[in-house]
């Protein structure tokens, strides 16, 4: 430790603290871009304080996960204001693999509450959590995720202790109501591998068979690829959908591909990454395909083999 300032004591701390502060952001905003902007900001705030002022701080990384929660909640904001102009749906940007967005924290209040590291960043979760308020998103994901307090938590959202509590609940009950029966890996990953085949031979029969009556596939473009205008709702028009793919892109080849911590699937067309498919498995069918072909959102897939 530096006897006369202890800020690099300090600076190490606060700089080992990027993956949660990521992951944080991430899980919050549903952008890489945007989660590495507001860490980005987090660590502007934390360096412009002095060396003294850094050096008192007790706890580094409650210190950042604080103000990178208070800048998260002021970037939702904005950003619904963003996406209300969207060309078509909006999906959460998918990252590869998933690990580098799960680092968690200390163990949940109430290990009854807790969501997995690795679930809460799946595709599934991170829709329902679209759907919340600013103030719900950020309770739900510092508790329940990363075990924050909810003292600690009203200290971020501007809110009291007990309004923390509720919005929390509120959102842990739209999750887990999402989630139905848990599906394990391996079955979810059978599911999907019988789902890729189906699409790839153009079997309707064993598409509609996979899928659930309601299933739906949602494709977000942002305007730039083609994409259907709405969500596709029902097992007979999502397969349509699928099949209707080979014929606008007769050399597209699938590939199996951790999506967010989940297997899902990458389909590559002369040599590029034209969209990454995420597919959430319930009840013994596929109740949902989620497709981004936005360029933007999925230029990190470029690098994955």
């Known amino acids: ?64 996960m604080t103000t990178a929660g208070r800048i998260g909640v002021d970037m939702l904001t904005s950003a619904r204001a963003r996406r209300e102009r969207y060309s078509g749906p909006w999906l959460p940007e998918p990252v590869p693999g998933g690990s580098a967005w799960t680092s968690g924290g200390p163990a949940a209040v109430d290990p009854a509450d807790r969501i997995s590291t690795d679930e809460s960043v799946s595709m599934a979760v991170l829709i329902v959590l679209e759907a919340m308020s600013p103030a719900e998103r950020v ?42 029966r848990p599906v394990e890996p391996d079955e979810h990953a059978a599911a999907v591998r019988a789902f890729r085949f189906a699409w790839e031979t153009g079997d309707t029969g064993q598409l509609i068979g996979l899928l659930d009556p309601d299933a739906t596939a949602v494709v977000d473009g942002g305007g730039s690829v083609s994409a259907a205008a709405e969500p596709v709702i029902g097992a007979g028009a999502v397969t349509s959908l699928l099949v209707g793919v080979w014929d606008r892109e007769p050399g597209l080849v699938l590939a199996e591909e951790i999506v967010n911590g989940c297997l899902g699937l990458l389909a590559r067309s002369r040599g590029e990454i034209r969209a990454v498919v995420s597919v959430d498995h319930v009840g013994g069918r596929v109740a949902a395909v989620w497709v981004v072909r936005n360029p933007e959102k999925i230029r990190a897939w470029s690098a994955v083999s």
């Open 1 to 64: 430790m530096d006897d006369e300032t202890g800020a690099p004591d300090a600076d190490a701390a606060a700089a080992a603290e990027r993956p949660a502060l990521r992951g944080l952001t991430y899980r919050m905003l549903g952008s890489v871009a945007d989660a590495e902007d507001a860490v980005q900001e987090t660590y502007v705030r934390w360096y412009r304080m002095t060396s003294s002022q850094r050096r008192e701080v007790r706890s580094p990384r409650a210190w950042l």
């Open 139 to 180: 309770a739900f994901v510092l508790h329940d995720v990363f075990g924050y307090t909810f003292p600690e938590i009203a200290d971020v959202v501007g809110r009291s202790t007990q309004a923390c509590r509720q919005l929390a609940s509120s959102a842990r009950r739209r999750v887990h109501g999402s989630r139905r």
